[in-house]
């Protein structure tokens, strides 16, 4: 399939829980909206969308499966297997299977493009091997078209034991995508020591881009400082008021050049996830129909080579303050 390289992801329709027992926490955006946005993106050219059992328990995949049903062959429906239950881990094969079963009926589908697991089997990767051989097995049998696996936030540079572990996974389960939480706040993760966008263009692998505004932060979402209260993004590293603040004054170069506006921000920073892979699919949230509409006819207009040069100049130069910032000097995403 040829896939537009923006997605469009569903945590917003149901918002992601936990599955501790707690009920299901609802995101502002109302059902009709969502369906409305969905269909609205197909029509402009969208392909590719994500969601995940536990977004909403069900309700995302649920909607979705509502909302694709006359254009299922014509998208690619990428879905998480996030859901534990009682089941010992979320990935013990019994489970899986059941989980998979679900999410089928969930989407109303009897194929399902992309399963894409964490890299988290369990103490010593315990389940590694059998999860492997599951979904062989479904991927033989075409139950599952392709499998994805989304590789940790943090860069395994300088930890050979970390390196050396990703590669021992990567080689079970012979994923068909790669996926990875990345924007322009943050330093994409290696491979054996190789960069994964030049690890993927060597092995000719996809990958899903997820969280690519950073949480609004590269919008300019939390405006101008002062700002009372530190910022805790979904990696759990802490956004503290002064690191705030120098987003929001590392920003004002690109403001001047392509506007202030958040939704030209916006465009900069999806422009600049899709511009480092040949087969990125920058996944995009949405907290109304009308903004995932606008997310597609900012996607259009593409970037000049020096443009895009200005841009990765300005994002290095934010990474490089915000680590000087922060003790930890993690990844912001």
Not at 37 to 64: I, M, P
Not at 69 to 81: F, G, K, M, P
Not at 212 to 218: D, E, I, N, V, Y
Request: aromatic share 6%; net charge negative; charged share 25%.
């Amino acid at each position: 399939m040829t896939v537009h390289p923006l997605g469009v992801g569903c945590r917003p329709i149901g918002d992601r829980v936990t599955g501790s027992g707690s009920s299901a926490r609802r995101s502002a955006l109302q059902d009709d909206d969502a369906r409305d946005g969905l269909q609205r993106a197909v029509k402009r050219g969208a392909t590719v969308f994500d969601t995940a059992d536990v977004y909403g328990l069900g309700h995302s995949q649920r909607l979705v499966g509502q909302a694709l049903a006359h254009d299922r062959d014509q998208v690619c429906i990428s879905t998480r297997v996030s859901f534990r239950g009682t089941a010992a881990h979320r990935y013990a094969p019994p489970h899986l299977r059941h989980q998979l079963e679900q999410t089928l009926e969930n989407l109303q589908t009897d194929y399902l493009d992309v399963v894409l697991l964490d890299d988290g089997f369990g103490p010593g990767d315990c389940f590694l091997a059998d999860t492997a051989v599951t979904l062989k097995d479904l991927r033989t049998r075409q139950v599952i078209r392709a499998v994805g696996l989304s590789l940790p936030i943090e860069s395994s540079a300088g930890d050979p034991a970390a390196g050396a572990r990703m590669a021992h996974v990567l080689e079970a389960m012979e994923p068909d995508v790669l996926a990875v939480r990345y924007n322009g706040l943050s330093v994409a993760p290696t491979i054996s020591g190789e960069d994964l966008f030049a690890y993927a263009a060597r092995k000719q692998l996809p990958v899903l881009i997820c969280e690519p505004l950073a949480r609004g932060l590269l919008t300019g979402k939390y405006g101008a400082p002062p700002h009372s209260a530190p910022v805790l993004m979904p990696s759990g590293h802490q956004l503290s008021a002064e690191q705030l603040a120098a987003v929001h004054d590392g920003l004002e170069p690109l403001r001047r050049r392509f506007g202030a506006d958040p939704a030209a921000l916006a465009r900069v920073a999806l422009r600049f996830c899709v511009g480092r892979h040949d087969q990125a699919v920058v996944l995009a949230g949405f907290s109304t129909s009308d903004q995932l509409e606008q997310n597609y006819s900012m996607i259009d207009e593409p970037f000049s080579e020096d443009d895009l040069a200005f841009v990765d100049d300005i994002y290095r130069r934010l990474r490089v303050r915000l680590a000087d910032l922060s003790e930890a000097g993690g990844p912001v995403s």
